[in-house]
């Protein structure tokens, strides 16, 4: 029998780390990386034009991981900011990124040259945690690290180890 693989979905509103985590947790954990922004046109059903965003089938992402999961040596890790509305048996681990202060979130959807109105709809969604209620409404198994102040990625990557060792037994 093949070992178990792991499936780590990470979320949290723009802006707040989720790709800088998971290009590191990917290669220290040996995982493949689905970074969604790379599917999008291939798991949308339409494109947003007043949204300037993909309409996302989350149905579609989900076979799409199915799929890489079948694939990946070890485990997968998915990067974006819907990962958490996976179907929970799909997710072992569901890390969800936040940013309190949010004078530092908005600077950095600035940098990414955000419209007014695309940043004010991502600062509420960090305010009333979107991501994070979401996740914990599907039942994910929820770890939640506030990227503020900076990512502390060994620190985060020794939690994780320890959620997945404590699975494992």
Not at 9 to 22: M, R, V
Not at 44 to 67: F, G, M, N, P, S
Not at 114 to 121: C, H, P, V
Request: aromatic residues 6%; proline residues 2%; positive net charge.
């Amino acid at each position: 029998m093949s070992p178990r693989k792991t499936v780590i979905a990470i979320s949290g509103t723009p802006g707040t780390g989720k790709t800088t985590l998971a290009a590191f947790l990917s290669k220290a954990l040996g995982f493949s990386r689905i970074d969604l922004h790379e599917h999008y046109k291939a798991v949308a059903t339409k494109y947003d034009r007043k949204k300037q965003c993909y309409v996302v089938d989350i149905r579609k992402v989900a076979a799409l991981v199915r799929k890489e999961k079948r694939e990946a040596s070890r485990g997968i890790i998915i990067d974006s900011h819907i990962s958490h509305l996976l179907p929970r048996r799909l997710i072992d681990l569901c890390i969800v990124l936040t940013c309190s202060d949010l004078k530092v979130l908005e600077k950095r959807l600035k940098k990414r040259k955000y419209s007014r109105k695309k940043i004010r709809e991502n600062l509420d969604a960090e305010i009333f945690q979107v991501c994070w209620l979401e996740a914990q409404e599907r039942g994910q198994q929820v770890i939640v690290f506030d990227t503020a102040k900076g990512m502390k990625k060994k620190e985060i990557l020794k939690r994780i180890v320890k959620e997945m060792e404590g699975r494992s037994r």
